[in-house]
């Protein structure tokens, strides 16, 4: 069964991340909201998210001191982060945004369509990332099931060349658990 993608909403005004939950609502995302940068950090040890949605301005652990947390953990650096801030559109703190690993950086009022399209992306490149490592495992199992098969016929080969009626046995008995997956 399919995991759900998660997109981890962080912004200390509970009103906002109502605002942000009904922007995503359809999506195929489950939203999971937090109100500081610390619940963050503390949610992505327990939780794999397709994108984040940080606020930039929050007291204690400002978004951009968050972001350098996430970016620094090999579990959470690649987690697309989206800054999302009620500041003027000061190029700085754009640039600060991205510095610290952020993919986009929006201000508001921002046009609710955009953020979905924007999320949506990101949910999709989850899946199919998910779906990749399936098919990687998938590929690594069968090249292992494949190995242990041609070890197998190598072996029965070999016992088949010594021309004695119990190697002939033993051949042919190894030939049938490898048929059946039941190698020694």
Avoid: C
């Amino acid at each position: 069964m399919t995991q759900m993608a998660k997109a981890l909403l962080v912004d200390d005004r509970r009103e906002n991340l109502m605002a942000l939950e009904a922007i995503l609502q359809g999506l195929p995302v489950q939203s999971v909201a937090v109100e500081s940068g610390e619940a963050a950090l503390k949610q992505l040890l327990v939780d794999d998210f397709a994108v984040i949605l940080l606020d930039a301005q929050m007291p204690d652990m400002d978004g951009f001191e968050t972001a350098s947390h996430i970016k620094r953990r090999e579990r959470t650096r690649h987690v697309p982060i989206i800054f999302l801030t009620a500041a003027d559109r000061d190029a700085q703190l754009a640039l600060r945004g991205y510095a610290v690993g952020a993919v986009d950086y929006l201000t508001k009022p921002f046009d609710p369509w955009v953020l979905r399209a924007k999320v949506s992306v990101f949910v999709e490149l989850w899946v199919k990332s998910r779906q990749l490592a399936a098919q990687s495992d998938l590929v690594r199992e069968r090249d292992a099931q494949l190995r242990v098969l041609t070890d197998a016929v190598d072996e029965a080969t070999a016992m088949l060349r010594l021309d004695d009626p119990d190697s002939l046995d033993r051949a042919v008995q190894l030939l049938e658990q490898a048929r059946w997956g039941n190698t020694p």
